[in-house]
């Protein structure tokens, strides 16, 4: 079966640093997606990972470990802005017949001053 | 670019009627999804399509949901007759490549359906 985990809210305070944990179970693995999404709005693509270990992009950076089936979204110097929903996505399936994501039900984050 | 566009981006229906989504993916890209949000559920894959070709539909939940895709830039989904449980947020994204290679899937803005 498909399985994706993550919690369903975490708060932190505005200029910290937070890390959203997420754990799969998937038939096959080819990539995880970290996406971001406001209410109200469309997710929107933050980072890509498909070999072990950490993707930086600024103030966002992205870790994979395929053994352990576990990734985690780290958000550093958190802004008010940054109070959002984060989406983990695994695309699933086995070589590189598939293009199909399932996707966590999300971590709804909320910043505080 | 636009960007995928939807429409409409709502909707407000009785049961027992035809609900028809529309979607224009982005230019040039070959990969079209539909998916469906709700808060119970979160984002489902709903079905997806490479070159105009449906290619996985296994998320589609019963005959009354149907989705179609004539050319590169259009393609609809066709709920009838719809139910209460179908209100959700329905999302089209688009992409480009291959599975075998990063490509980042672009979502339009979706449409808030509800169903009284």
């Known amino acids: 079966g498909q399985n994706i985990d993550q919690p369903t809210e975490m708060t932190a305070t505005e200029g910290a640093i937070v890390q959203i944990n997420c754990t799969y179970q998937?038939?096959?693995?080819?990539?995880l997606f970290w996406y971001q999404q406001h209410a109200g709005e469309a997710p929107t693509f933050l980072s890509y990972?498909?070999?072990?270990g950490l993707e930086e992009k600024g103030r966002f950076s992205s870790f994979l470990s395929r053994s352990k089936g576990y990734s985690y979204l780290l958000l550093k110097e958190l802004q008010m802005k940054d109070s959002a929903s984060y989406l983990c996505?695994?695309?699933?399936?086995?070589?590189?017949?598939?293009?199909?994501?399932?996707f966590g039900t999300g971590t709804l984050l909320a910043v505080q001053p | 670019d636009a960007g995928v566009i939807q429409s409409p981006r709502h909707e407000v229906t009785e049961m027992g009627q035809e609900v028809t989504l529309r979607c224009k993916p982005i230019?040039?890209?070959?990969?079209l999804f539909w998916y469906r949000q709700t808060m119970m559920r979160g984002l489902e894959l709903l079905i997806y399509?490479?070159?105009?070709?449906?290619i996985d539909d296994s998320g589609m939940p019963e005959d009354r949901f149907s989705a179609k895709m004539p050319n590169a830039s259009f393609s609809t989904l066709k709920i009838q007759p719809s139910e209460p449980r179908d209100s959700a947020v329905y999302f089209c994204?688009?992409?480009w490549g291959s599975g075998a290679s990063y490509n980042e899937q672009f979502f339009g803005p979706g449409t808030r359906l509800t169903v009284l």
């Open positions: 994204a688009s992409s």
């Open positions: 998937t038939s096959g693995f080819n990539g």
């Open positions: 990972n498909v070999l072990d």
């Open positions: 996505a695994v695309r699933a399936g086995y070589g590189g017949a598939t293009n199909k994501l399932i």
């Open positions: 230019s040039g890209h070959d990969y």
């Open positions: 399509f490479n070159n105009n070709v449906p």
